[in-house]
């Protein structure tokens, strides 16, 4: 580094979680989930990947992150991978948690109950159910913190179809309101909200072998302020922060990374 | 892109309005921690030259530049030349220059409500327009980030009588909406920040008065401190924000989840 400066390394230290970081990262095998995993272990912060044994088997984490297998649709999944969590760290220090998934547009009045379920089940009482179980691991860590991922569609539906994940989403950005307020001052949750980002979830997500109507990018892209649609890498460092002590007064907060869609 | 490069600010031009002291010290400091080169605006010279002195004092290369933004149209052309000429094109704006008055709606004053809106709302608009099409546009990126605040968010506590401030705040933040929707097809970044309670010279009078009761309802259980928003500002100043824009940031000890 050839930068002037005490500054950059001094500036960083405030902002970025320090190494060794404990971070549990619940569908990292996603696109998102890789970005971050690449970026999280080149910031030497330790990492768990929690993700379905078939994301893991297609997607692998590099060398040094352990991989739990885990559908956090089920309960005892969920409670099983953060038990090995908890007997392999004792504690951890951040949930950075990206599950969640949609299905093929269908509108509410052809909408079989069963995907209603699975959609919410998915995204939202997945991220109930790993909150409930990183909670002890969390107040046994450093500054904890989780994150979890709720979307544009949380906040503004601009496509008929996906009630399902749009209603999940809006209760993602409330449960972390919720979780917020009952864990302070020890734990800070806080969300991300990503609009329409060019990963395989535009075709229902990694995980998912069911294929979704594509969103044309380009087309899209002359919708967002910013005229393109979003990365995985775009939402890396908005993960960094909230994880990081650069955030350590901001909690219940949901961090729009959308290119400007939703103003 | 590697995590350094991230929020990698070195050599980035930034101009601080309110700059000489409270929060616009805390971020100048911040961004100058990373980096940047720092052009400090305030109305008080000695204020700034001391604000610059310490700046410099930690390796910052900074300069104070005192003029009135309470007469932005006024000052503004001269003010964004001498920036420019002294360290080249702005590419970080924090618009952070802020005032408040405290009176009752129904005796507050016509004089006290324009000042509060010609500070906080006016000059944003005046220097954003003008570094916008000087630095900006042309290069098709820039960063704006104004400093709004949770009280722009909703009404007042019992017992505060601030309906300018919280007014002017609201329109700061609507503001940066609707900026960031004009801009960003020009690759311009427009986000805002709503602090809490911060104590600062400003609010040491509220404080006084409400500052335990502000912090019982704070859920972090505490006002905001010296380091708080520094990495707010460098998160929104630099590429870890690449695709976040129009956005409203509360750093607030999470008061505005409740």
């Avoid at chain 2, 630095?135 to 007042?156: E, F, H, Q």
Wanted: aromatic share 4%; glycine share 12%.
């Amino acid at each position: 580094m050839n930068s002037p400066a005490a500054g950059n390394h001094a500036g960083l230290l405030l902002l970025l979680p320090p190494a060794g970081t404990r971070v549990v990262v619940a569908g990292g095998c996603g696109g998102i989930g890789r970005a971050f995993v690449a970026a999280a272990q080149a910031a030497q912060l330790e990492l768990v990947v929690l993700d379905l044994e078939r994301s893991i088997a297609a997607a692998p984490p590099p060398p040094g992150v352990l991989a739990i297998a885990c559908d956090a649709l089920h309960e005892d999944q969920v409670q099983r991978a953060l038990g090995e969590v908890g007997a392999h760290w004792g504690a951890c220090d951040a949930l950075v948690n990206l599950v969640g998934y949609t299905h093929e547009r269908t509108p509410v009045e052809r909408l079989p109950s069963a995907q209603w379920d699975d959609i919410v089940d998915g995204t939202l009482r997945s991220a109930f159910l790993l909150s409930r179980e990183v909670i002890p691991l969390l107040k046994a860590g450093r500054a904890p913190s989780m994150v979890h991922t709720s979307s544009t569609f949380g906040v503004r539906v601009s496509m008929p179809g996906y009630a399902p994940y749009a209603a999940a989403k809006a209760g993602v950005i409330n449960l972390v309101r919720a979780l917020a307020t009952e864990l302070a001052p020890a734990v800070r949750v806080n969300a991300v909200a990503p609009g329409v980002v060019d990963t395989a979830f535009l075709q229902g997500g990694t995980g998912q072998q069911e294929k979704l109507e594509r969103i044309d990018p380009a087309q899209f892209a002359a919708s967002v302020p910013l005229r393109r649609v979003g990365q995985p890498s775009d939402i890396v460092g908005p993960l960094l922060f909230l994880i990081g002590p650069g955030s350590a007064y901001m909690t219940g907060q949901t961090l729009h990374i959308n290119g400007g869609i939703w103003s | 892109m590697g995590v350094q490069q991230l929020f990698e600010l070195s050599g980035r031009v930034a101009l601080v309005t309110g700059g000489s002291r409270g929060l616009g010290l805390q971020m100048a400091q911040a961004l100058g921690e990373m980096g940047c080169r720092v052009a400090l605006v305030a109305r008080k010279a000695d204020e700034l030259a001391e604000a610059e002195a310490g700046l410099k004092a930690q390796g910052i290369e900074a300069a104070g530049f005192a003029c009135d933004l309470q007469q932005a149209t006024t000052v503004v052309p001269a003010l964004v030349d001498a920036v420019v000429a002294r360290f080249g094109d702005i590419d970080i704006l924090v618009n952070n220059a802020g005032a408040s008055w405290a009176a009752p709606a129904e005796d507050y004053p016509d004089a006290a409500w324009r000042k509060v809106m010609s500070l906080n709302v006016d000059a944003p608009f005046v220097l954003s327009r003008e570094v916008g099409r000087r630095c900006m546009i042309p290069r098709r990126r820039g960063k704006i980030v104004n400093i709004a605040s949770a009280a722009g968010l909703r009404g007042t506590a019992p017992g505060v009588h601030t309906i300018a401030y919280n007014t002017s705040k609201a329109a700061l933040i609507n503001f940066t909406r609707t900026l960031a929707c004009e801009w960003g097809p020009h690759g311009i970044h427009v986000n805002a920040i709503c602090p809490g309670f911060f104590p600062s010279k400003m609010s040491a009078g509220l404080l006084d008065t409400i500052g335990d009761a502000v912090i019982a309802r704070t859920p972090l259980r505490r006002l905001g401190g010296d380091e708080d928003l520094k990495g707010a500002i460098v998160f929104l100043a630099s590429g870890a924000s690449r695709h976040i824009s129009g956005q409203v940031l509360p750093v607030d000890g999470g008061a505005s989840a409740l």
